[in-house]
């Protein structure tokens, strides 16, 4: 198992972007972080490691910007196919080596762990090729419990490790201790959708609230190496 996390989602547009960011604010006082979204659709509309790097405010070392980058915001299988591309997983993971060295990694996915990249594979497949603890995404909001339950379902079905749930929206009590009950995962976060989100904002809001007991610690910085 490599060095970092990846972040996935119960949907798309769900705050994954914005965890990311959060994420380096958060840890990047303890390790070497590089943040990678390695399939990005719809990139004439917007750009989430663009994003990443204002809102997280990083260094050309904190952002690797290889990959895929394909136009039209739809299915990465769909947008590939359109461009007259093929997204290949082994491609991705060679990247990830050589750019592998002493990192730990912030992926992040595109949509959620089912959703095709190619005509026989899924983010899952990726996923499995990358190796990486898994933190996953989810709403606050009702449905969230059986999207997330499902969610892990799958992860562990293919042998990777969700280690975390970070929900986004309003605080929902009931929703939290479900998901943490039958899903045998810790919330280390609920993340509020920001009035004004700025690099300074989301700097101080996550130094002082995303991860409070430093479950992500282990698996995302060298003090515990």
């Known amino acids: 198992m490599r060095n970092g996390l990846f972040v996935t989602g119960t949907d798309t547009n769900i705050g994954k972007t914005v965890v990311?960011?959060?994420?380096?604010?958060?840890?990047?006082?303890?390790?070497?972080?590089?943040?990678?979204?390695?399939?990005?659709?719809?990139?004439?509309?917007?750009?989430?490691?663009?994003?990443?790097?204002?809102?997280?405010?990083?260094?050309?070392?904190?952002?690797?910007?290889?990959?895929?980058?394909?136009?039209?915001?739809?299915?990465?299988?769909?947008?590939?196919?359109?461009a007259g591309k093929k997204i290949r997983t082994s491609t991705l993971v060679n990247l990830m080596i050589l750019r592998y060295k002493a990192t730990y990694w912030i992926v992040e996915g595109a949509g959620g762990v089912m959703v095709p990249i190619n005509e026989k594979q899924m983010m899952l497949d990726l996923m499995v090729g990358f190796d990486l603890p898994v933190l996953v995404v989810v709403r606050s909001s009702l449905g969230t419990i059986n999207h997330t339950l499902l969610t892990l379902t799958v992860l562990r079905d293919r042998g990777l490790k969700p280690v975390a749930i970070a929900m986004i929206g309003e605080k929902n009590t009931d929703n939290r201790t479900a998901?943490?009950?039958?899903?045998?995962?810790?919330?280390?976060?609920?993340?509020?959708?920001?009035?004004?989100?700025?690099?300074?904002?989301l700097a101080?809001?996550?130094?002082?609230?995303?991860?409070?007991?430093?479950?992500?610690?282990?698996?995302?910085?060298?003090?515990?190496?």
Not at 20 to 25: E, S
Not at 51 to 68: P, Y
Not at 213 to 223: F, G, H, R, T, W
């Open 20 to 82: 990311c960011a959060a994420l380096m604010h958060r840890y990047r006082s303890d390790t070497s972080l590089c943040y990678w979204k390695p399939i990005q659709t719809g990139i004439e509309l917007e750009n989430d490691t663009e994003t990443v790097r204002e809102l997280a405010e990083c260094s050309k070392s904190e952002i690797f910007d290889k990959g895929f980058r394909l136009p039209r915001p739809l299915s990465p299988h769909l947008s590939a196919q359109l």
């Open 179 to 201: 998901i943490e009950h039958y899903g045998k995962v810790p919330v280390v976060v609920e993340m509020p959708h920001f009035a004004m989100l700025t690099p300074k904002t």
């Open 204 to 225: 101080e809001w996550s130094q002082n609230n995303f991860d409070p007991d430093n479950v992500l610690k282990p698996y995302i910085s060298q003090d515990n190496k």
